[in-house]
Each structure stands twice: as C-alpha cells, then as structure tokens.
C-alpha cells in the first residue's frame, strides 16, 4: 500500500481530501506544521506528497523528497513552486484533478532508498551519556517503552534510537501522532478496516498495526486516545493480535511498541480518563527525557549542530560566536531542543554577513542574560509590544536578505505572501 503524507492546514478541505486518499486505497498520514512534516520526509514514512501552498515548497527542499503534488491556485505561486521542483500543480482538489495526478505521479520512476541511518541523540553531558546507556540496554529486548518528556525534548528521536539499536532495525517504523486524527478515525487508524464497515469504507484497508508488523510501532501522545478504544490497544499488546473494524477474523501482528505521551497518566487514571491496566502494560519501561534546561552543558554542541546543519540546508557560511553560544546557554528554552533548533535556523536565515552574535540574537529571540532580569521593575513584560517589535524586525530583515523580493520574504518568514502584505502595511515598512 503506497503512503502519502497529506500536509495542509487542519480544515474541511484536508478532511475532505484525507477521505478521498483514503477511499482510492493510500494509507494517509496528515500534518499541519512544517516541522512534522520534516520528522515524516527525514524518515522516509511516504511515498508521495499532496501539500498546499508553501507547505509543498518547504517538502521539495527536504533530501531525497518523494514526489509532491501541490494544491495551488495562484499562477504566481504556482511559477515558484515549478521551480522549487514539484511534480504537479493542480488548481482545485476536487476528485477528478487529484485522481490523474496521483496517477501521473505513480507513472514516474522511483528513487531508491538508501538505508536509513541512525537518528544522532545529540550532547556529551551526564544526562545523555545515561539515556544512550539505557536506550543500549532497552533495544535489544521486545518490551513496550514509554518514553516521558516535555515538548521539543525529542521523544520521536529517542524512539527511532531504540529502533535502530534493536533487531528490527532492517524493519519498519512507523511514527503515528494520536492525536493527529479525529477520534472516530482513530480504531481504523489502529487496526484497519474491511469494505462496507462504515460509510466512505470502500475498500478493505490495513491499519498502523499490520504496517509495522516485524518492525516498530511509536504512537505518540498515546493518552490521547479515547477510553473506548484503550481496551482494545490493551488487547493487542497481550495478545499480539488485532481485528479490523467490520471483521470478525483475528490478524496475528508481531510489533514493538513504544509509546509517548505529554499528559501525566497517573493523574489521567485518577480522573477516569486512562485505563490502569493499559498504563502497566505501556509503562514497563518507562525512559524519562530531561528538558534542555536541566543539560545546559549539551546546548553549545546542539547550537553548532544546528548552526551547521541549516547553514547547509540554506546554502550559507555561518559562524557562531562564543558570546552568541553563551547567550543561548543561559536561555531556558521552554521549547526545549525543537525551540532551539527554530531559533538557530531563524537566525541561519536571517543573518547579515553569515555572522551571528549575542547582539544579533537579541534581536531575533527576546533571550534575557540574567534570569533575575525578570524580576527587575523596570522590564516591559508585555508580549504583544514584543511581538510586534519581533515581527517588525524579522519581516525588515527578511526584506533585506531577498533584497525586497516579497515571495522570497514570505518564504523565509513561514508565512503566506497575503499575511506579508497585510503586516507590512499594517507596521508601515514599505
């Protein structure tokens, strides 16, 4: 079954198209956010890619893309997006358009795919040194994981580094967000369906299951997933077992679980909301992902990563310097890794002269030198002020590095080229 990776604004229109895939028999994956899309292109999880607008700009400049079909009906959009290397454009995503061009995009040769390499769990400090230990401890074995931390701290990464440690690293990995789809979708998600099992069942569909049997199942935001469907995810994991929706028939599945989740599922088990026995089952070895701030000593080694990483995505000489490093290591990053890694790349993209220093990054992040500095009186802690002061600096300083091409600046903002127009007139920058 071919995999596309559905990317477009949550709405009646991706729900409409996620329906229409579904139905010409794609097992879909949808997402919103440029950053989901790029853990699903960098894992090779698809084989094809419907994307509206910018979205389907920012999956052709990802490595080794598969083909991307955009959803386009501006002719100028739709010039750049030519050049940016998509397979087709269509103007309207009506059954008829979408249908001939998943059928010319299924007619091209494909690449071969290289071998995926090991995720890099990055930092030398204590605390990766005891999570690498316990991720060579865990792999070897078939138990369920639970992999705890808070957002941006990079549970996916740590999954796919037991997956790749562990026997089934020749095998599939699927990365599924539970809470990506509506609730109702969620059991055919799981476990498949069969023809006539529901309205729009058209044909008879594998589920997350089957996909990644012999390999390895993470479902993210596991505590997500409605208290109705938790006893038949618990039935699954002791049985290894699953039943389609409509199906009578038992489908015997062979696949590692690792879970993640943000909510505190003891709390969720008090207020009725998570099944005790399912958390038993999940957690039998729970791997706890401190936040940045408790491994500041890790943020130097990441800032270069980082720094190196997008100035070669970008096609930019950048260097980093020792006060910028240590401006960003006094940072608390309530975003964690995923905050850091956006503030680099902002400023990767932004930079005057490929130089980035404290002074620079004050301008890109309101990152504060003393933690007491918010305690002082006199500190205007006003976001909105300081939204509008960011916005204005980062659309002038977008303007200056595309030399006022608006397309390009929109581009580098992540916004479309109308809320560009809309924010330029509303700060008065011409």
């Known amino acids: 079954m071919q995999r596309v990776l559905l990317l477009a604004p949550d709405d009646e229109s991706r729900r409409a198209l996620h329906v229409l895939l579904d139905r010409r028999g794609f097992a879909v994956v949808a997402a919103g956010e440029l950053e989901a899309a790029r853990r699903h292109l960098a894992a090779a999880d698809c084989d094809l890619v419907v994307a509206t607008d910018e979205l389907a700009r920012a999956a052709c400049a ?44 299924a007619s091209l040769p494909r690449k071969p795919s290289a071998p995926a390499a090991a995720p890099a769990l990055i930092g030398d400090g204590p605390v990766m040194q005891k999570l690498r230990a316990t991720i060579r401890t865990i792999a070897p074995t078939r138990t369920t994981v639970l992999v705890l931390g808070e957002t941006g701290t990079g549970k996916e990464l740590v999954a796919r580094a037991i997956h790749a440690a562990s026997p089934r690293a020749d095998r599939r990995f699927v990365a599924f967000n539970c809470a990506a789809i ?81 909510r505190d599922l003891p709390a ?68 964690n890794v995923r905050d850091l890694e956006n503030v680099i790349e902002r400023a990767v993209v932004l930079a005057d002269g490929g130089r980035i220093d404290a002074a620079f990054l004050g301008s890109v992040i309101s990152v504060k030198a003393s933690p007491q500095a918010a305690n002082d009186g006199d500190v205007d802690l006003s976001i909105k002020k300081a939204t509008r002061t960011l916005e204005q600096d980062l659309i002038r300083r977008a303007l200056g590095v595309t030399q006022g091409n608006r397309t390009n600046a929109a581009k580098l903002l992540e916004i479309s080229h109308r809320a560009l127009l809309y924010k330029m007139k509303e700060y008065g920058i011409s």
């Open 62 to 105: 990802e490595p080794d893309a598969p083909p991307v079909i955009a959803i386009a009906q501006s002719r100028e959009l739709a010039r750049t997006l030519v050049e940016a290397g998509v397979t087709d454009i269509i103007a309207e995503p009506d059954e008829l358009s979408i249908t001939l061009a998943l059928r010319r995009a």
């Open 268 to 335: 969720e088990i008090a207020a009725g909301r998570f099944r005790e026995d399912l958390y038993y089952r999940l957690a039998v070895v729970p791997v706890v992902i401190p936040p940045l701030r408790e491994r500041a000593e890790d943020v130097p080694v990441l800032a270069r990563y980082f720094a190196a990483r997008h100035a070669e995505r970008h096609q930019r000489e950048i260097v980093l310097t020792d006060d910028a490093i240590e401006m960003l290591s006094r940072h608390a990053w309530p975003g």
């Open 182 to 262: 509506p609730a109702p979708l969620l059991e055919s998600e799981l476990f498949g369906h069969v023809r006539g099992a529901f309205t729009d069942a058209v044909r008879d569909r594998s589920g997350l299951f089957e996909d990644a049997s012999g390999g390895t199942l993470f479902l993210d935001e596991v505590g997500e997933i409605p208290l109705a469907l938790q006893a038949k995810l618990l039935r699954a994991l002791q049985e290894a077992e699953i039943r389609r929706v409509g199906d009578p028939e038992v489908i015997k599945v062979d696949v590692r679980l690792i879970a993640a989740t943000l």
